[in-house]
Structures are given as C-alpha cells and as structure tokens.
C-alpha cells in the first residue's frame, strides 16, 4: 500500500522537505573545535543545566546571522538512555527558548547536569535556560 504522501513514483518525500531537528533559524554544533572554543569564552550555571556562550568572529566561514547551539552529557549524567534523555530536554529547550532570546552570531552548547536535567520540570529548564542567557549577554564591568 503506498502511503498518501507518496509521490507518483511510489517514494516518500525527500529529506529536505521534513522539518529540520532543532529549528529552522538554529544550526547545530558537531565539530570538537566548535565545542572546545565554547568552553573558552563565557559560561553560566543554572539548576538545571551549564550554558557555555561565544561570539563568533567576523572571518569564520559561517553564515554570521545564524545562531549555533551544541548538547553534550558526561557520563556523570548517568547510562546512554538518562544522557539521551537529558539531550531530547536540552534539544526542546533550545528549540522553544534560543530563536527568542539567543543572538545570532553566537555559539552556545548546553550542558546536562547529572539528576538534575531529566528530572526537572520542563518549565523551570526554559526558566534556567533564560537566566542564563540574561546573564551570559549582560554588559561586562
């Protein structure tokens, strides 16, 4: 039986027309250099979760409106499924929060604490995150 999606052919729709897996305005970290620049520059804890922040300099080849964003989880976190788990919460956060109150032209990674990420309730994680983000693009003294 061929699904109703399906075109002529038989064959579903491309890749490219299912939704992105964060957000249309966010890319996604991968690169270690990426991370390890992050963790270089500003940084803000909150009950739920780490936020590491940089601004991205003017050569880098990378589109200088976007917004970048990284998930990571220490084994401290737990086994594959609690990191797993924490990394879906940190990935719906940013989704919901980071198109708003994120500034393109940034990288930001967030960082899962261990009990507290994939415990929390939801809404305090999207409160945790906003305070960090006040706090990270607060003027400097």
Known sequence: ??????????????????PPAVSVCLQVL???PDFLAAAR?????ATGLH???RRRKAGEPVDPAAIRVGF?????????VARNRAKRRLRAVAR????????????????????????????????DLRTAL?????PRP
Do not use: F
């Open 96 to 127: 919901a929060i980071l198109p708003d109150h994120g500034r393109p032209g940034w990288d930001y990674v967030l960082i899962g604490r261990a009990g507290a990420t994939a415990e929390r309730p939801y809404i305090d994680l999207e409160n």
């Open 41 to 45: 520059a500003r940084r803000q804890g």
């Open 72 to 80: 990571t989880c220490s084994k401290k976190v737990g086994n594959a």
């Open 30 to 32: 991968k690169n270690r």
């Open 51 to 53: 936020l590491q922040a």
């Open 1 to 18: 039986m061929t699904p109703p999606e399906a075109n002529v052919a038989g064959n579903t729709p491309d890749a490219a027309d299912t």
């Open 134 to 138: 006040r706090k990270i693009h607060a």
